[in-house]
């Protein structure tokens, strides 16, 4: 292997090919997520991404970097122990709405606060595609689903605001279809220092019918184009959080510059792969038990 | 693997003594086990010190069992020679397994008691009048323990000085509260004076210069974590795995390890595989209610072929069940956790020493053969004291086949999942270059690529079994105990084996001797040796703490040996040495 080869963007490739469907969001974020590591010249051996169950983990196959294809929802769980037993990796999480908004929204909150220095990437498409098109604890109020026949008469679960009030110290949402706004957030998000919260939203074309690319490219504007906005400043970015209609806004909502956990614990353990190393030597703590 | 035969390290004829103190919870009960075990232990005996809570911080009742001897001890006893009463309610419970020589503590000012009580049974009542005590000499009530402790180790005949000496270590940072102990150590010693030496303990014979330790099951497991070289542990708090928690975390910076605790169980495992993907060694502890959240990622670890070691500390269930209480009706559930079927390793450690070995050995079966191992304790074991020594051996840590950086750059394709004739494939971790792979929780191929191809799929689910073989070389040794021409044997498993000991000692005094298995795995089932134990023998009693005889259905299923004659205990309690031997004595 070549120590100085040029990074290349299909370095990032498998030779699997994608399966999702033609039109999806997913490649927008597949393509901008490998070129925001290529021009922050990550490594593939060097990042992990953990992924969930649904559609967006199926790209577990297409990406060749070390990779987790965990269960549904407990792919941040998985991506906080790999971030802890090795800091020196780039920990990316990817998981769909029904992932961190459904079925693991509890490790979402806990690891907004624990601010560990990894990316957890959003795939909202506000419907459950992958088991074709079941509500989301993200569909809109009305929306009708296969399981929400009359209208979904639930309110959907505000994943930035959640982030914010769980104390993530970069929450930042994008949009598929605004490619280049797409990988500028994630690079910003990849650069952040703590855990980073980035809610794409994502429309599925096969399964949701209403929030289509033209819905969301009539509401979206960019926080980054409001001269008066500051991502510095935690109101403000509650009170974006909850603007949600006729107007949605995309781009980063607060970020803020805390101590990580794995700082403040500040333990490097030996990842030692020899075998056969002499066991610890314990006399110190049987003393504590010495008769 | 193989069965061994231990020779029994008691002289058969001793016999142990059994002091509960009780009282409701808050009254400082366990702090007067530790001080009494303590004590006792200096002298140089043997003590066994088993603790009774209900899940509340106060009120309800306490009480802590502390069965001593010149011999080893290996369980609690039922029957009560010393029963000191801080309050009625401790009476009122534990006064059915007074004995003829037994003796009752207590005050008359927080009870009477009659001669109904004692069935006319002639106990010695002592009464202390420690209320008036704390009284006249103005002392907080929270001397109320020492003053009980003080007058129970008169009784013992042990002298005041080695009391004295003992409270003066333990409270040397707190010169207040030494002082007013000092104080009430002389006022008991007084007050309980006429009482001096009635039940005297018994002087040690001989002198082991043997280093021997007292802790605590969970204290053993976590020590043999440690020395295991662990990284990473992960845990909720629940009871009775709580204080492995508790263990790693005040020791964490000394030993370069790191301990989260989660937001729930699920997190808890997933973490740990995690971490364990990125090459810590890592471990979970938990109880069945946490266990039960465990499960999904029970098969993700073997899946993905992660290593994993997981503490299983049972107590009766289902659901909450009795929190703080134990019991063996886990067996199955961790035998068959999770969907579908794979390999996994359960241990169940017999006693204190074994916990601290196999928790170190758990994680080089972990990393050789890259499966989930169980450790199976219960509330018993895992909370109880026992006083033991450790054998001298050599431990290496074995990680198993991990590539080296230099050997990946060496090769074109690295293949994580590759076919092995003995179905362990080398891993890398993030990080290494040219190592790169998915641990997929799909069925996947050589690289980690999801495949669902029905070859792939039969290849995959033979590759994992395939370790199967080699692992089973890697078991710990079985003990046989007892008297191996014997034709009356017993078959247990886990803690269970104390009181089976402690029986066995009491029935040899009548001329009955036994021979014991109790085995410290299950699985993979050590089904030759269990035939090979059961053929020889005549009478066969299954012993074990659950309702369906889980044990004795593996048994059937991989011996075919049905065993008629059972002791199965639920209640929450642990099985005691009178219960063995009444039920031997009944089948033979």
Redesign the interface.
Same mark, same amino acid.
């Given at each position: 292997?070549a120590q100085k080869k040029i990074l290349k963007r299909d370095d990032y490739n498998?030779d699997?090919k994608c399966t999702w469907c033609p039109g999806c969001g997913n490649f927008a974020i597949w393509y901008m997520l490998k070129q925001a590591l290529l021009e922050l010249n990550y490594?593939?051996?060097?990042v992990?991404i953990?992924y969930g169950?649904g559609c967006s983990g199926?790209g577990?196959?297409f990406t060749? *970097?070390?990779?987790?294809?965990? !269960?549904h929802g407990?792919a &941040?769980? *998985?991506?906080?122990?790999?971030? !802890?037993?090795?800091k020196? &990796?780039k920990v990316i999480v990817m998981g769909g709405d029904g992932d961190g908004a459904g079925i693991g929204v509890?490790?979402f909150?806990?690891a907004c606060r624990r601010n560990i220095d990894i990316t957890y990437i959003m795939h909202d498409n506000q419907i459950y595609g992958l088991t074709t098109g079941q509500t989301s604890p993200r569909s809109d109020k009305g929306m009708v689903t296969k399981t929400t026949p009359e209208g979904n008469i639930e309110d959907p679960v505000n994943p930035i605001a959640l982030a914010l009030s769980s104390n993530s110290t970069f929450v930042a949402r994008t949009f598929s279809g605004t490619p280049h706004h797409l990988k500028d957030t994630l690079k910003k998000a990849l650069q952040h220092k703590g855990f980073s919260f980035v809610d794409i939203l994502q429309p599925c074309i096969t399964f949701n019918k209403h929030n289509t690319y033209a819905w969301y490219n009539s509401k979206i504007y960019y926080l980054e184009n409001q001269s008066d906005y500051n991502p510095l400043d935690f109101n403000s970015a509650l009170v974006k959080a909850f603007e949600w209609g006729e107007k949605i806004p995309i781009g980063v909502f607060y970020q803020t510059d805390l101590p990580t956990y794995e700082d403040k614990?500040n333990?490097?353990?030996?990842?030692?792969?020899?075998?056969?190393?002499?066991?610890?030597n314990?006399n110190?703590?049987?003393k504590e038990?010495?008769? | 693997m193989g069965l061994f035969v231990s020779k029994p390290k008691n002289k058969p004829n001793s016999l142990s003594k059994t002091l509960v103190f009780g009282g409701e919870a808050g009254e400082g009960i366990k702090s007067a086990g530790k001080i009494v075990s303590k004590t006792l232990?200096?002298l140089g005996l043997e003590v066994f010190l088993y603790d009774e809570y209900p899940s509340l911080i106060r009120g309800g009742h306490n009480a802590v069992f502390i069965t001593y001897s010149e011999y080893p001890v290996y369980s609690v006893n039922k029957e009560i020679d010393l029963l000191v009463c801080l309050d009625k309610t401790t009476f009122e419970l534990h006064k059915q397994n007074l004995g003829l020589e037994s003796v009752v503590i207590y005050d008359h000012e927080d009870f009477l008691i009659y001669d109904d009580d004692l069935r006319n049974l002639p106990c010695e009542i002592v009464d202390i009048p420690i209320k008036q005590i704390i009284k006249k000499n103005g002392l907080p009530n929270i001397i109320r323990n020492t003053l009980y402790v003080s007058s129970t180790m008169n009784i013992l005949g042990i002298e005041k000085k080695v009391l004295e000496a003992n409270v003066t270590n333990t409270l040397s940072k707190k010169p207040d509260l030494l002082e007013q102990n000092i104080k009430a150590i002389g006022l008991a010693y007084t007050a309980s004076s006429e009482y001096k030496s009635i039940r005297k303990i018994p002087q040690k014979i001989g002198s082991s210069d043997k280093?021997?330790?007292?802790?605590t099951g969970n204290?053993a497991i976590s020590?043999g974590a440690?020395?295991?070289?662990i990284?990473?542990y992960?845990a909720y708090p629940m009871t009775p795995a709580s204080t492995i928690l508790d263990f790693l975390t005040a020791?964490?910076?000394?030993?370069?390890?790191?301990v989260?605790q989660?937001?729930?169980e699920?997190?808890?495992i997933?973490?740990?595989?995690?971490?364990?993907?990125?090459?810590?060694r890592?471990m979970v502890g938990t109880s069945g209610g946490g266990f039960s959240l465990m499960v999904?990622?029970l098969g993700?670890a073997a899946i993905?072929e992660t290593p994993l070691v997981i503490v299983l500390a049972q107590r009766p269930g289902p659901a909450t069940g009795l929190p703080t209480w134990t019991g063996q009706g886990d067996l199955l559930f961790a035998l068959h956790a999770a969907q579908d079927e794979f390999p996994r390793v359960v241990l169940c450690p017999t006693d204190h020493e074994e916990a601290m070995e196999l928790a170190?050995k758990a994680f080089n079966i972990a990393d050789k053969f890259q499966v989930p191992v169980i450790i199976l304790s219960d509330k018993f074991l895992s909370e109880s004291q026992a006083?033991f020594s450790?054998k001298k051996s050599?431990?290496?840590?074995?990680?198993?086949l991990?590539?080296?950086s230099r050997a990946l750059?060496r090769l074109d394709k690295f293949e994580r999942y590759a076919s092995t004739p003995n179905g362990i494939s080398p891993r890398s971790?993030?990080?290494?270059?040219?190592?790169?792979?998915?641990?997929?929780?799909?069925e996947s191929d050589s690289r980690?690529?999801?495949e669902e191809s029905a070859e792939n799929r039969i290849a995959k689910v033979k590759k994992r079994f395939a370790k199967l073989p080699s692992l089973k070389k890697e078991l710990p040794d079985l003990n046989v105990y007892g008297d191996i021409r014997s034709k009356i044997c017993i078959i247990t498993w886990g803690s269970t084996k104390g009181a089976v000991l402690e029986a066995t000692r009491r029935l040899h005094n009548t001329g009955i001797s036994l021979k014991i298995l109790a085995l410290n795995y299950i699985e993979p089932f050590p089904s030759e040796e269990v035939s090979k134990f059961l053929s020889s023998s005549k009478h066969v009693l299954l012993i074990e703490g659950n309702y369906t005889s889980q044990l004795g259905q593996l048994i059937k299923i991989h011996t075919g040996h049905d065993i008629k004659n059972k002791l199965l205990k639920y209640d929450g309690r642990p099985i005691f040495p009178n219960e063995v031997v009444d039920k031997v004595l009944e089948i033979i």
């Open positions: 292997m498998t699997h490594k593939p051996h060097e992990v953990v169950i199926n577990t196959n060749e *970097v070390y990779s987790f294809h965990g !269960l407990r &941040l769980p *998985v991506a906080q122990g790999i971030k !802890l037993a090795n020196k &990796l509890g490790h909150i806990h614990i333990i490097d353990l030996d990842l030692d792969t020899k075998d056969d190393n002499s066991a610890v314990i110190e703590l049987l038990f010495k008769v | 232990l200096n280093k021997s330790y007292f802790m204290q020590i440690i020395q295991s070289g990284g990473f992960a020791n964490f910076r000394k030993y370069n390890y790191i989260k989660t937001e729930d699920i997190a808890a997933n973490m740990a595989i995690g971490a364990s993907y990125a090459g810590a890592s999904e990622a993700l993905t170190f006083k450790l050599k431990k290496k840590i074995e990680r198993g991990m590539i080296s750059m971790i993030p990080g290494q270059e040219g190592g790169i792979f998915i641990a997929n929780s799909d980690g690529f999801s």
